[in-house]
């Protein structure tokens, strides 16, 4: 049943950062597009990503 279902995952919804809501397809493109991007630009992706960067700057860890 495609309630039971939609219900299932709605209780779940607190172990995610992201949510996107399927209403209009454009949008939740979009907002997928947005979360792989902001996912890539994390400070440990972009150290592995980009090593020299961090060289240059002599650390890669943050600063307290």
Known sequence: DLLANAAEEISHVAEF???IINKDFDEARRDLSA???AARLTLSQQTVRHPEQFEIAGSTSRPA
């Open 17 to 19: 950062d992201y949510v």
């Open 35 to 37: 979360i792989v991007r």
